[in-house]
């Protein structure tokens, strides 16, 4: 996984963020070779969890990635509570806050189906295994279906004795 990656959720663990690790970034930490340049996070878009959020980010000069003029985000958390989904740039690269994922629900649907691994020293939940395989399905992109190839091949080894 990427340091910057590493370096992210580590301050959004500092900050107290509530997340689930979805995405590319979850399925490294569940053993895929496959690599990945973003994070994707799965976060409850209250306006405690989006003040910490806030918090967390900063220092890394967020802004809006796929807007025209890239304006910074500096909405309130009253604002961006009432956001679905953020696509963002940092220092760090970019970075996306979904409210909830395809195929599988929003983050208190993810509670029961993640992983605790160990990212720099910090308990993080990221998202299982096959929950990983079926959101990847639901989501159809051929990105997707690669990773899904690659998920399926690392349940095959966790299988073998």
Do not use: W
């Not at 580590?10 to 690790?21: F, P």
């Amino acid at each position: 996984m990427k340091t910057n990656n590493v370096e992210l959720l580590s301050r959004l663990h500092d900050a107290g963020v509530e997340l689930v690790i979805i995405g590319g970034v979850a399925a490294v930490l569940q053993g895929s070779s496959l690599l990945t340049e973003d994070l994707d996070v799965c976060c409850p878009m209250t306006e405690k969890n989006t003040s910490r959020l806030l918090a967390a980010l900063v220092q890394l000069h967020p802004r809006f990635r796929f807007h025209p003029k890239r304006p910074y985000l500096n909405q309130s958390p009253k604002e961006l509570s009432k956001f679905r989904t953020l696509n963002l740039v940092t220092d760090l690269g970019d970075f996306d806050v979904l409210s909830d994922v395809t195929g599988l629900g929003d983050f208190e649907a993810l509670i029961g189906r993640t992983d605790t691994i160990d990212v720099n020293g910090r308990p993080m939940r990221v998202l299982d295994l096959d929950s990983l395989i079926q959101a990847k399905t639901a989501a159809g992109r051929v990105k997707d279906k690669l990773g899904v190839i690659h998920l399926e091949a690392v349940k095959k080894r966790r299988s073998q004795p």
